[in-house]
Structure formats: C-alpha cells, structure tokens
C-alpha cells in the first residue's frame, strides 16, 4: 500500500492525466449536500467512509440512480464487495469517466479490499466522486464553483482549517474534506 497520495501518483503518474472530454456527462456540486458535524470532536472517531455515510444527503434524482446502480451489484446480503466498487461507479457516470479517475477516489477514501458497503455507504461514496470529478473537469467559466453549491454546506465548510484546530484528525479525512 502506498503510504501517500504523493507518492501514489508518483509511481502511478499516468493516473493523473488531464481528461477534458466530458462533454457527455453532468457534473453538479448541488446534487449532494455536505456538512459537518457539530460537535467538531466527532471527527477523531470518524473515518471518510463513516463521514460519507453519516453526513451526506443527495438528491432524489441521485438517490434513484445510485438505488438503481447498487441493486444491479449488490450480493445477496444487500452490500457490495469492494472488487465490483469500480464497475457500480462506472455505471454511475455511464462508463465516461476513465476507471483510473474512479481508483483514485477509492484511493483517496482509503478503502481495503475485503470491505463491503451497504446502500448509504455507496452513495456517499458516489455522491463524493461526483464532487471530486467535478473539481478535475469543471469548465473554465466565470462562475465561481462555491457559488454552485448549497449556502448551508458553504456556511459549514467556511473556515474549516479554523474549525478544525486542535482537533485529532486523520490526514485521510482532512484530504477529503478539502477537496469537498
């Protein structure tokens, strides 16, 4: 396992390519709301799959094509095994975006192998992709991205550094809130 996104991309640089062809997919900041918690404490205890699950809500539009994506991979005890994550997030995006784009999100998220997800965890999961492929792809337009999502996860995430001092957080966690 490699002890850093640094050195991931390092050795696994060809991952990390400029992909601008994305003109056949949709990527919204609105489709899912993030938010913190209030007691800020919580953070010690939570890991990014934990924090996925617990604290994002999407929308009904997202909420049915993930149900309907995890359906088509879920086993028979209603989870999904770790090997197929790549194939149900695939489906998500309609097989546009590049698997290697979707390992680097499972990378992020510091996933093992033999785990497996129920329905909230994936579509925490996926609701995240969509933000952290939002930020690889956006257009170079005049809107400034933060204005794209909601005011309340705006709120939340403002001066987050801030929020955060003090607090025992894993780096894996801090990675993924920044990229929120």
Do not use: H
């Not at 539009?61 to 994506?69: A, E, N, V």
């Not at 979707?102 to 785990?115: G, K, W």
């Amino acid at each position: 396992m490699y002890k850093s996104l640094d050195e991931f991309s390092t050795k696994n640089n060809e991952m990390f390519y400029s992909y601008t062809n994305t003109n056949n997919i949709v990527l919204s900041q609105k489709a899912s709301r993030f938010w913190i918690p209030f007691d800020i404490k919580f953070f010690e205890i939570l890991t990014p799959k934990k924090y996925l699950e617990k604290y994002c809500r999407i929308s009904p539009r997202r909420y049915t094509l993930y149900k309907r994506i995890f359906d088509k991979y879920k086993d028979i005890e209603a989870e999904l095994n770790m090997e197929i994550l790549v194939d149900a997030l695939s489906d998500v995006y309609m097989g546009t975006i590049d698997n290697r784009f979707i390992r680097q999100v499972i990378f992020l998220l510091d996933l093992s192998s033999n785990e497996k997800l129920t329905f909230t965890q994936f579509s925490g999961i996926a609701a995240f992709s969509e933000r952290y492929f939002f930020n690889i792809f956006k257009q170079s337009d005049n809107i400034d991205p933060q204005l794209q999502k909601d005011i309340l996860e705006i709120l939340d995430f403002s001066s987050l550094k801030y929020k955060l001092f003090g607090v025992n957080i894993s780096s894996t966690l801090q990675e993924i809130l920044r990229l929120l």
